[in-house]
């Protein structure tokens, strides 16, 4: 094959979906054409896509985005070696940086400026990480959940590969990292309820109700997944990207209950109910998970829906409250013990009541008042 035919492959998602079907035999997740829920996704027309898209790009509500800085903890190196194991840094969306055994664990990294393929166009980072890409210790392991562009960055991963250990997938995600040229004995390919044990630590794939592809034509090529971390008496659940399904209460059941749960919560709408959860399902999810402490993930860093940005959290942590859920807000890049979280405290609201504040008056704002009551008599 040439190089232009074998490069369009790649581009457009052919061979991710041609690699897809030859899983078809070894997981009950696939059809024989594409990857599946285990219940039927509704039918949706064009009609209702375009729609979608159309609100997207052009009727966007305002306050989707921040208008102030989102407060960050930096982070060192230092610190993070100096860090006790049982340690989680939100580094922002759904990138968690775990400390287990004296090691590194990263969940879907994204240090991109943007959640797209594209770099000059898509949605952009509300804040930058809490430590740059090149300082971060060497990983133990990277977890994928699955391979949409605000989970799964290219040039961060490729980044990653030479100080990463093992790269833990869900079905033909693993395929993509080995197309991108990472060496194929650093990954494991799980299907749904397998597991790995790596160090003492194992790692299981559990089902999740969602999608995937990363263009036009790879839709549902490679699977998706949420998984359960385990380090002996400590059980951690995340979720990557989900509807509210029963499949929560089937992994509460086999593999629970968790200590903690990181859960998504935002880039919701009432248009794709199948594909992410409300704040009330999340508050509901980690019920079925039987968790202990619920942190809300999938928020606060790209605009990816038509909620204002500070929403999830407003609604999540109401919702939990009145049921009487222990809930976690940490900042970005602050320290959350796995073993006893802190509550977090309320941080977008400083974000919005500092947006709120009148600017303070410029030479010409005080000129034109003053000229204004002159003419008033004032």
């Not at 899983?23 to 039918?43: C, I, K, V």
């Not at 790879?218 to 399904?245: E, K």
Request: with cysteine; net charge neutral; aromatic share 10%.
């Amino acid at each position: 094959m040439t190089l232009l035919p074998d490069f369009i492959h790649r581009t457009f998602g052919l061979t991710a979906a041609e690699r897809g079907r030859a899983l078809s035999s070894a997981s009950p997740q696939h059809d024989g054409e594409r990857f599946r829920n285990a219940a039927p996704r509704p039918a949706e027309g064009l009609g209702k896509t375009l729609r979608i898209a159309w609100n997207m790009l052009f009727n966007k509500p305002r306050d989707t985005a921040p208008a102030g800085a989102i407060p960050v903890d930096a982070l060192t190196r230092d610190q993070l070696d100096a860090a006790p194991d049982r340690s989680l840094y939100r580094l922002g969306h759904s990138t968690m940086l775990l400390k287990l055994r004296g090691q590194f664990w990263l969940t879907d990294p994204v240090f991109a400026e943007r959640a797209s393929p594209f770099r000059h166009l898509g949605p952009k980072r509300f804040h930058a990480p809490p430590i740059a890409l090149a300082d971060l210790p060497p990983l133990r392991g990277v977890i994928l959940s699955h391979d949409h562009y605000d989970h799964l960055d290219r040039d961060t991963v490729l980044a990653l590969a030479a100080t990463t250990g093992v790269f833990l997938t869900p079905l033909g995600v693993g395929d993509r990292l080995i197309e991108w040229g990472i060496d194929s004995k650093k990954i494991r390919q799980l299907d749904w309820w397998q597991s790995v044990d790596v160090d003492g630590l194992t790692f299981t794939a559990t089902p999740a109700q969602h999608f995937s592809g990363r263009s036009l034509f790879d839709g549902n090529s490679t699977l998706w997944a949420s998984w359960v971390i385990v380090d002996h008496d400590l059980r951690v659940f995340f979720s990557g990207d989900t509807g509210y399904f029963d499949g929560f209460r089937a992994i509460g059941e086999r593999l629970g209950p968790f200590d903690v749960t990181l859960i998504e919560t935002g880039a919701y709408d009432p248009h794709w109910p199948y594909v992410h959860m409300q704040p009330e399902e999340t508050v509901q999810a980690h019920v079925d998970l039987r968790g202990r402490r619920l942190v809300p993930i999938h928020n606060g860093t790209f605009d990816l829906a038509m909620h204002r940005w500070q929403e999830p959290f407003e609604r999540v942590t109401s919702l939990a409250a009145a049921r009487g859920i222990a809930i976690s807000t940490p900042r970005m890049g602050e320290r959350l013990d796995l073993v006893e979280p802190h509550r977090g405290d309320k941080w977008w609201r400083r974000v919005a009541e500092a947006a709120d504040v009148p600017a303070a008056p410029t030479m010409r704002s005080r000129w034109c008042a003053s000229r204004r009551a002159e003419q008033t008599g004032a």
